[in-house]
């Protein structure tokens, strides 16, 4: 038999807020760190990974204060090994500037406490972006361990960015968990090892090979090492075990392999390890307010707070640090992928909605100061470096609107706009970009290109993973076409259109937007109710090439569909090491962020959105973003493109989305590609348009420019005192700032004048190195803003169905007679029979339990209007604490007795 070393890696995976909200599972984190702290005492050099990150302990503290020095104490004898994240973000779905504010809030935390960690921990993310590496680097992290989207069976690789900078990574195609739980079943412990090292050494390059003892919301860790320290005459001599953690196992692997083989881009496949597309179109109204919230804290209020900052206002660091927290918190990947309880979701609405507001007043603030000795009249304030130009309607007037970078810029005066509400059959609209005409269908023909219908089909999946149904049909306009605005330069044209299904009502008011700019803009109040059913707004462009996304801080190319996948039944080998969710047949939903484009090299067709995130392509050039897709169980059995389970067996009826969203979506279809940056001029321009001001301020000042580049812009803040810029440069080629600055790192430390950005690369900038003297507020507010984002996401009207919950706890009932007579049956059964007895037990009897937690959920739900919002979302129910963890402890006895009887049953 070959030799073998079993690199043994203590971790836990914190689903922090999944089948319940943190306000029960942060109560478990002592007792975990109670643990941890016997542990050290016994073995001095035992270590134990919280998730890479460090989300948990800000959990704990808040829950009991008293443990920090303890903590303290763990991560200076390296017992805990803290970040380098704040938490575990899903990183298709968060914007980047988020990404990088999780890594910055990662790295203080750490050392705050003293914590040094070097190494990535992705080990439960649904897919990889391209920019991994590159952001990896930026903050000295040297290796990552991932897990899910990776193409290729490989257990180490040089992952390469676009950039070109690689990462050494760890690829745990077979799980996170393998060697969890050992002495729980201790007379089968060894028999685990032997199975683990059989089955996974022909994939190993060296003798070497990691084994994980861990699982979700682990409340009593062990000490496997020492375990088998006791037991070592019982191994087998050619199995030698070793301590570990990630960053010991990947510098002594890194040494030990010269030449690896390279992957290149993101990584999203589902083949050896589900992605889960569905949760990129699940609750869409969460992805909505979070981008919603991202912007109004990274694009503008941040910026214009370092405006204010320059007219005397101080700038509030922590406050801002504070929300960003906030943000990231939602950003957890069963949290922002919609693939948790109600309450979850709720909760976080709860938080998103308290955010915008306070956000919006600290804005309100910095215009004041922005604009305090300004002449009187109307205003452009932008954050955006490009140059803009558009066209703004305000009452019965439009106001062609013209800034040169980020400052304010005074606005010539109106155009009086008529508002005739006028019904015709069709309408065209002609500029120096484009012919349009709008059918009496409500579809817009630009040349060969018909945009803009939206189509209802049916849905057969679940919260992770969408399936389509048969059955399909195209909304129907209701009435005729109706003008609301119109001027030479500028008119809105409104529609409404609806569906009627068995049990499901759609119903959407569509707003075309046309005026002298490239883009065609599209508002869809888009409101529903029913289950079964996904919303797509379908744009065939006509346009030959290929699909292009816009992800974080890239643009990246992709097929129509993804069909390197396994089948459903593997060989023996294989399906002894895969053990989790696989994607089957083929994907065609994938994540985007901001824009997909059709292009060919030379011309191309491109729809941006604000907010949305999943999109599905043809060959011939039709781009689909899915608005909504409604369901209502967390996971179902038995799914056509997904095998296996992807979660609890939960009720969830607020995926179906039963509320009116405001999507907002523009094309462009002009002779341009992705590496020209007027379309990242334009993307820019759209997304993050000038607020408009009205100043009733008494100084002279009409303009002020503080910044002007032609690269996209992910933040302007101040951090330790210093203003920083951060530009990324998403094109292939090599691009020219307008003026020398001094590069930093993401901190703010100098290193070198530069001029220049690098194709894909994301640059931090000090642009001004003294600031004012901090002044008082002006007396008056001088300033309203007339136009500037609004909350976009109406009031869930959905509530649980009384049926489903009786049908719910009907089979629980039947769960209980099962296991009563399995109960039996172990009191007489023999010793080779008894574990997988005992499997089929605690698979059963979490089962049970899933049906009682949701029960318990949906019929506090229904109960829910005799509380306030806080009180029901942030109030611990002890019946729910009980139940939870009782579900948490099967969970973990199931999983555990999963690897039990795959290894009693190895041949």
């Known amino acids: 038999m070959p030799s073998t070393t079993a690199h043994i890696i203590n971790h836990t995976h914190w689903d922090r807020e999944w089948f319940l909200t943190s306000v029960y599972t942060s109560q478990w984190i002592p007792g975990l760190i109670d643990k941890l702290e016997e542990l050290a005492i016994e073995n001095p050099n035992y270590q134990y ?41 899903d990183w298709r779905i968060t914007g980047g500037e988020s990404l990088i504010r999780n890594l910055l809030y990662g790295w203080e935390d750490m050392q705050a406490f003293g914590g040094a960690n070097s190494v990535g921990w992705l080990v439960d993310t649904f897919g990889h972006i391209t920019q991994t590496p590159q952001l990896h680097r930026l903050f000295d992290l040297d290796a990552v361990f991932v897990w899910r989207g990776v193409p290729r069976l490989e257990p180490y690789f040089q992952w390469q960015g676009t950039d070109g900078q690689q990462l050494f990574t760890v690829d745990l195609f077979g799980g996170y968990r393998n060697l969890y739980g050992i002495t729980h079943t201790p007379e089968i412990a060894v028999k685990r090892l032997e199975a683990e090292t059989a089955k996974l050494r022909a994939f190993y390059p060296t003798e070497d090979i990691p084994l994980f003892d861990g699982y979700d919301l682990e409340q009593n860790p062990e000490d496997p090492v020492s375990f088998y320290q ?136 910095s215009l004041t100061y922005i604009l305090k000795d300004f002449a009187p009249g109307f205003y452009a304030v932008s954050a955006n470096p490009f140059a803009y130009h558009g066209w703004h309607a305000v009452d019965d007037n439009v106001y062609h609107v013209r800034t040169n970078g980020i400052g304010a810029w005074k606005i010539a005066g109106p155009e009086p706009l008529e508002r005739p509400n006028r019904p015709i059959k069709t309408f065209e609209w002609r500029n120096d970009y484009y012919l349009a005409t709008v059918a009496p269908d409500g579809a817009v023909q630009m040349g060969e290109a018909k945009l803009g219908y939206l189509v209802v089909t049916e849905e057969c999946g679940d919260t992770y993973s969408d399936e389509a149904g048969n059955r399909r049909s195209v909304c129907n306009i209701n009435g005729p076409l109706i003008i609301e605005q119109i001027n030479a330069h500028y008119c809105v044209v409104r529609y409404d259109c609806s569906l009627l299904w068995d049990g499901v009502q759609i119903s959407a008011t569509v707003r075309l937007t046309f005026d002298q700019t490239p883009l065609l803009r599209w508002q869809i109040d888009l409101d529903s109710r029913g289950t079964n059913f996904r919303v797509e707004m379908v744009f065939e462009t006509a346009q030959p090439g290929e699909i292009y ?295 059963l009897e979490r089962e049970a339990y899933e049906l009682r937690v949701s029960v318990f959920l949906n019929k506090s739900k229904l109960a829910a209007a005799e509380k306030s919002k806080y009180e029901y979302l942030y109030t611990p129910d002890p019946e729910l604490a009980r139940l939870g963890l009782k579900l948490n402890e099967l969970r973990i006895k199931r999983r555990i007795y999963d690897y039990v009887v795959e290894a009693l049953t190895e041949r």
């Open 549 to 843: 996304a816009g992800m974080p801080f890239d643009v990246v190319k992709r097929p129509t569909a993804d069909r390197d996948l396994l089948p459903r039944q593997l060989e023996n080998k294989l399906a002894r090491v895969l053990l989790g969710q696989r994607e089957l047949n083929e994907v065609k939903t994938f994540p985007f962020q901001d824009f997909v484009s059709v292009s060919n090299g030379s011309s191309s067709a491109v729809v941006f959105a604000r907010g949305i995130r999943a999109y599905q392509a043809e060959d011939n050039g039709t781009i689909s973003l899915i608005l909504r897709r409604a369901v209502e169980w967390l996971t179902e059995a038995d799914l056509k493109h997904r095998v296996g389970d992807a979660g609890p067996f939960m009720y969830v009826p607020d995926a179906r989305c039963e509320r009116s969203i405001k999507h907002e979506i523009a094309v462009m279809i002009a002779e341009t590609t992705l590496n020209d940056v007027s379309i990242h001029k334009l993307n820019a321009g759209f997304q993050n348009p000038p607020v408009i001001v009205d100043s009733r301020g008494n100084g002279e000042q009409t303009n002020w420019q503080v910044l002007q580049e032609n690269l996209p812009l992910s933040c302007l803040h101040i951090y330790d005192q210093k203003i920083l810029a951060r530009f990324y440069n998403p094109t292939n080629k090599k691009q020219t700032f307008e003026k020398e600055y001094l590069k930093t790192d993401v901190r703010g430390i100098p290193e070198a004048p530069i001029k220049e950005i690098s194709a894909k690369e994301i640059m931090t900038v000090q642009i001004v190195e003294t600031s004012p003297v901090i002044t008082n507020s002006p007396d008056e507010q001088p300033v309203t803003a007339v136009i500037w984002p609004a909350w976009r996401v109406g009031g869930n009207q959905g509530n649980p169905d009384p049926q489903i919950i009786e049908q719910l706890e009907a089979q629980i009932t039947q769960l209980e007679t099962r296991l009563a007579q399995i109960e039996e049956k172990l009191k007489r059964s023999s010793i080779d029979n008894w574990h997988h007895l005992q499997h089929t037990y605690y698979v």
């Open 49 to 89: 990974l919280l998730d890479g990150q460090t989300l948990m302990i800000e959990d704990l503290l808040k829950l009991a204060p008293s443990y920090k020095s303890r903590v303290e104490e763990l991560v200076k004898n390296g017992n805990l090994i803290i970040g380098p994240y704040y938490c575990q973000p």
């Open 230 to 365: 006791q037991h070592a005459s019982t191994i087998p001599k050619n199995i030698q075990i070793k301590e570990s953690s990630p960053q010991d196992f990947a510098r002594e692997l890194s040494r030990k392999l010269h030449r690896l083989p390279a992957i290149t881009g993101e990584l999203n496949s589902g083949k050896y390890g589900a992605t889960f597309p569905g949760t990129l179109s699940t609750r869409t109204y969460l992805k909505i307010m979070n981008r919603d919230c991202e912007h109004l804290l990274y694009k503008l209020c941040e910026p214009l707070a370092v405006l204010a900052r320059l007219k005397g206002r101080a700038y509030n660091a922590q406050q801002y640090e504070t929300w960003g927290r906030m943000l990231l918190k939602n950003t957890v990947h069963d949290c922002i992928c919609g693939v948790s309880i109600d309450q979850v979701h709720e909760k976080m609405e709860f938080s998103y909605n308290n955010l915008f507001q306070a956000v919006r007043k600290d804005i309100r603030k």
